[in-house]
């Protein structure tokens, strides 16, 4: 069983649409939640980056952490065709452990 | 701000070739780290460091070497490529679960 486990893809949505992004992790040691976003040919950058349960707002972006259901969540508001791309969560103890991905694209 | 350097960019080995991808980092963190990714299967561990002269194994080692003898540099060795290892190699650095990623290598092996 991998350490994180991410919804399968791939996703097209109409721009203007709320994408929804899940994963849920097996590893309670983990301390640091994040998302990733790869355009294609390029590395992963990191889009988002909590710490605790909660929610955290970034512009359009939220993410959201439940510890007790080990569950991760990204919300994107509002979506853009520049939002288009591969997003990835992670997870970390000391050593950053990836989801496989999720494509979305907006179309338009 | 350089930020984490891979080269090369883009290599073809024959089967049973050897060759060393590089990576440097200038932000000073000591954990770095090699992943390969493959369609479908997301970004896997290969190796990792949490500092120089330390070096552990991740999700898929075999075939692949490091040493890390300074805190910015972290190369990754392929000792006799495979077909199996045609994939785009990523180096990244990161700091509390922070990562840095380069632009990756992507590797064919003929």
């Known amino acids: 069983q991998k350490e994180v486990e991410q919804d399968p893809g791939p996703l097209s949505v109409p721009e203007g649409a709320i994408v929804s992004l899940n994963c849920t992790y097996s590893n309670s040691a983990f301390q640091y939640f994040m998302w990733y976003r790869q355009y294609s040919r390029k590395g992963p950058e990191l889009l988002m980056y909590t710490y605790s349960s909660g929610n955290k707002e970034d512009g359009r ?32 103890d000391y050593k950053l452990s990836f989801g496989a991905g999720t494509t979305v694209t907006v179309r338009a | 701000n350089a930020g984490v350097t891979q080269t090369p960019k883009f290599q073809v080995l024959k089967t049973g070739q050897s060759m060393t991808l590089q990576c440097a980092q200038d932000m000073n963190h000591e954990y ?35 040493s890390r003898s300074t805190t ?38 003929v």
């Open chain 2, 72 to 109: 910015e540099d972290f190369p990754l060795r392929l000792l006799s490529a495979a077909p199996s290892q045609t994939s785009v190699y990523f180096c990244a650095s990161s700091r509390e679960g922070e990562a840095f990623f380069g632009q990756g290598t992507r590797l064919t092996v």
């Open chain 1, 61 to 92: 972006f939220t993410a959201q952490v439940d510890k007790s259901s080990k569950y991760i969540s990204l919300f994107i508001r509002d979506s853009q065709p520049s939002d288009s791309a591969t997003y990835l969560c992670a997870t970390s």
């Open chain 2, 32 to 66: 770095m780290s090699w992943y390969r990714q493959d369609p479908g299967m997301g970004l896997r561990l290969i190796h990792y460091s949490v500092g120089a002269g330390i070096t552990d194994q991740g999700e898929v080692p075999n075939g692949y070497n490091v």
